[in-house]
């Protein structure tokens, strides 16, 4: 099953490289980012490097692309949390069987560390969507919330790109190298941002 998993993300892997140097990539990033952020499960971040590995100038380029499509698509997940929750809301958490990780957020956002586990939610693996939906269905002041999340998504991404773009093509050798344990950190890393989240109160 792990090694079922692990194929399909090296094949992953390489379609990405390729599409990576195609002139669409950038809005392809773009559109991830904003989905990935209110329903989508896989993360902006894999097109993301597969972009700045095929062409560090671009890296800056991707990282701003993606910062800004996830806190639009961040801003759709609050007006879904804030007016659409019986219809789109509650089917997003049924189909990821989050209903704990839920009520654990919305907890958190009824107390007064609100702002900050969403700036956690933003830079982290902890899932980002739950955290956008749940600010809405708690009615957070919609300014602190965009400008909480432009601060939190823009340093995760300029990360990952500014590493990328200084490090350079021995990024690509050691990803090459080492992807099958790195794709099983990242899996472990995401289904730990749920797990996290569950432990947090």
């Known amino acids: 099953?792990?090694?079922?998993?692990?194929?399909?993300?090296?094949?992953?892997?390489?379609?990405?490289?390729?599409?990576?140097e195609k002139p669409q990539a950038m809005w392809i990033l773009f559109i991830i980012a904003v989905a990935e952020s209110s329903f989508f499960p896989l993360p902006p971040d894999i097109l993301l490097i597969a972009i700045a590995v095929s062409?560090?100038?671009?890296?800056?380029?991707?990282?701003l692309y993606c910062t800004i499509g996830s806190v639009i698509g961040g801003v759709i997940g609050y007006f879904i949390g804030y007016g659409l929750m019986e219809t789109i809301g509650n089917p997003?958490?049924?189909?990821?069987?989050?209903?704990?990780?839920?009520?654990?957020?919305?907890d958190i956002y009824q107390g007064e560390v609100g702002l900050w586990f969403?700036?956690?939610a933003a830079f982290s693996p902890i899932p980002y969507k739950v955290a956008t939906i749940a600010a809405g269905a708690t009615h957070m002041d919609l300014i602190p919330f965009i400008l909480v999340s432009i601060l939190g998504r823009a340093g995760r991404f300029f990360l990952v790109g500014g590493l990328i773009y200084f490090i350079g093509p021995k990024v690509k050798v050691y990803i090459d190298k080492y992807f099958d344990k790195l794709s099983i950190a990242f899996l472990l890393l995401l289904i730990g941002?749920?797990?996290?989240?569950?432990?947090?109160?």
């Open 118 to 120: 969403l700036a956690g």
């Open 55 to 63: 062409a560090p100038k671009k890296a800056f380029k991707a990282a």
């Open 92 to 106: 997003i958490i049924d189909f990821y069987k989050a209903h704990e990780v839920w009520n654990k957020v919305v």
């Open 193 to 201: 941002g749920f797990v996290a989240i569950k432990y947090m109160l």
């Open 1 to 20: 099953m792990l090694k079922k998993l692990t194929d399909w993300l090296r094949s992953l892997k390489v379609w990405m490289e390729k599409f990576a």
